[in-house]
């Protein structure tokens, strides 16, 4: 896998250094378990997780996230999620979704 030099988001066109800064000021937040960048088909463009959690947490968030889109829509077709948090007894789960990609942050509950 190789990153590509540049990453499009809904700010523009950014280097993928600059990316890669902002996951490590991230992953380096107290408590901060993961990090994951995916594409909207749920494939992880970049992760800190092992592959088989990779894995696991891009297919359940990206199908977790057009649900909660679908349910927003539902109740105001002119609104759209811009961002969602989900608690568990273990973990608590940041989803920023953009038009083309997705951020997933993940937490201990306890840390």
Do not use: W
Not at 41 to 62: M, P, V, W
Not at 73 to 92: A, G
Request: proline share 2%.
């Amino acid at each position: 896998f190789r990153p590509s030099t540049y990453y499009q988001g809904r700010r523009g066109i950014f280097q993928m250094s600059d990316v890669e800064e902002t996951i490590k000021r991230i992953q380096s937040q107290k408590g901060v378990v993961g990090v994951i960048v995916m594409d909207n088909a749920g494939r992880a463009i970049r992760s800190t997780l092992d592959d088989e959690q990779t894995a696991q947490y891009s297919a359940l968030l990206q199908t977790l996230c057009e649900r909660a889109k679908g349910a927003i829509r539902e109740l105001d077709s002119t609104n759209d999620l811009t961002f969602l948090r989900l608690r568990t007894k273990k973990n608590e789960i940041l989803i920023a979704p953009d038009k083309e990609h997705l951020l997933a942050v993940i937490e201990n509950s306890s840390a």
